[in-house]
């Protein structure tokens, strides 16, 4: 059974850093692909960015520069390190994991329960 549990989230000012992680269990993260998504209040969940299958980092235009994704093979644990965090930042954060072509694709089939960020 797939577990991912994220942690980290807050509220943090303009400006700050935030580093979020996500848990994995029932599979080791060499597995699949992992990535993170967040979702805006009134708005469609989106991409933040991921790790493909050959272990590159892809991210969304409006965090790169800003977002770091890293992943601790020994702990089976995903981050996301957020800097200059924007209010626009501000949503529900969620790991997802799969296997590499759905996660591409933007399908995953294994989702935590999110963590808050709000940045003001």
């Known amino acids: 059974h797939v577990q991912l549990v994220e942690s980290g989230g807050g509220s943090v000012q303009a400006g700050g850093s935030l580093t979020l992680s996500c848990v994995a269990s029932?599979?080791?993260?060499?597995?699949?692909?992992m990535g993170w998504f967040r979702q805006a209040p009134g708005k469609e969940r989106e991409e933040v960015g991921k790790?493909?299958?050959?272990?590159?980092?892809i991210y969304a235009a409006s965090v790169k520069g800003r977002f770091s994704i890293s992943k601790d093979n020994v702990k089976n644990t995903l981050y996301l390190q957020m800097n200059s965090l924007k209010p626009e930042d501000t949503g529900m954060y969620f790991c997802?994991?799969?296997?590499?072509?759905?996660?591409?694709?933007?399908?995953?089939?294994?989702w935590g329960q999110g963590t808050q960020v709000t940045v003001s």
């Open positions: 029932g599979y080791t993260v060499t597995a699949f692909c």
């Open positions: 997802a994991a799969d296997f590499c072509n759905l996660l591409v694709a933007g399908v995953p089939s294994h």
């Open positions: 790790l493909d299958d050959i272990g590159s980092t």
